[in-house]
Nanobody, 121 residues
Framework: QVQLVESGGGLVQPGGSLRLSCAASGSISRVYAMGWYRQTPGKQRELVAAITSGGITNYADSVKGRFTISRDNAKNTVYLQMNSLKPEDTAVYYC???????????????WGQGTQVTVSS
């Protein structure tokens, strides 16, 4: 089994910062791309940022210059540093990872349980 466990969400004022973490654990052989998505009620889940195992990053236009994704491959953990937060960043944030399990040849996509981020004064 593989699990992704997120932490770091909460309530923050506009202009503030939060750091999300997501750790993958279980019978993991290798973790490939990791990313963060977000979803608000009535809308589709959207990509916020992604990072390859080699450190190549990709960001949604709405967060470029404000959010930074990073990872610690030794810990199978991905981070999302969110600065200059705006009310429109309010959403449930989900982490995502492409993982090959031990004794398997193919990869699967795994999701975390989601963590609420609320930006409000």
């Amino acid at each position: 089994q593989v699990q992704l466990v997120e932490s770091g969400g909460g309530l923050v004022q506009p202009g503030g910062s939060l750091r999300l973490s997501c750790a993958a654990s279980g019978s993991i052989s290798r973790v490939y791309a990791m990313g963060w998505y977000r979803q608000t009620p009535g809308k589709q889940r959207e990509l916020v940022a992604a990072i390859t195992s080699g450190g190549i990053t990709n960001y949604a236009d709405s967060v470029k210059g404000r959010f930074t994704i990073s990872r610690d491959n030794a810990k199978n953990t991905v981070y999302l540093q969110m600065n200059s937060l705006k009310p429109e960043d309010t959403a449930v944030y989900y982490c995502n990872a492409e993982i090959r399990r031990q004794a398997y040849f193919s990869t699967n996509t795994y999701w975390g349980q989601g963590t609420q981020v609320t930006v409000s004064s």
